[in-house]
């Protein structure tokens, strides 16, 4: 069968989970329906005292094909202390610093309309 799958998303789906290398803080990206879209949220915690550190939507798709650039993605902790989420085609998405939650690099707005539709 050709053409882009069908996807039938009720509830949010954790894709990916990474933890740093000295186990102090976790990182997801999670696929949230909103809609007919779907948000992809990137969410770190502090395993020590359970906090979230940093919660925000990557990208937001339209329930396509084109969600799966993100979710076949890479997300990798770059420092001790420092995550980042590319797309499959090595566009970096953003960079944070776990411990204050801080964005050292995110994609612009023009560059995430690749991901919806025209």
């Known amino acids: 069968m050709r053409g882009k799958p069908e996807l039938k998303i009720e509830t949010?789906?954790?894709?990916?989970?990474?933890?740093?290398d000295n186990g102090a803080f976790v990182a997801r990206i999670i696929q949230?329906?909103?809609?007919?879209?779907?948000?992809?949220?990137?969410?770190?915690?502090?395993l020590k005292n359970k906090q979230l550190t940093y919660k925000q939507v990557l990208v937001t798709t339209d329930n396509d094909y084109f969600s799966f650039r993100i979710a076949r993605g890479n997300i990798d902790w770059v420092s001790l202390n420092t995550i980042a989420v590319w797309d499959r085609l090595c566009h970096k998405?953003?960079?944070?610093?776990a411990l204050t939650g801080k964005e050292n690099f995110r994609i612009s707005d023009e560059h995430c309309s690749a991901y919806r539709k025209e």
Do not use: R, S
């Open 12 to 20: 949010e789906k954790i894709y990916k989970t990474k933890k740093n």
């Open 93 to 97: 998405l953003v960079e944070v610093a």
């Open 32 to 46: 949230m329906p909103k809609g007919e879209k779907l948000d992809f949220v990137l969410g770190i915690k502090n």
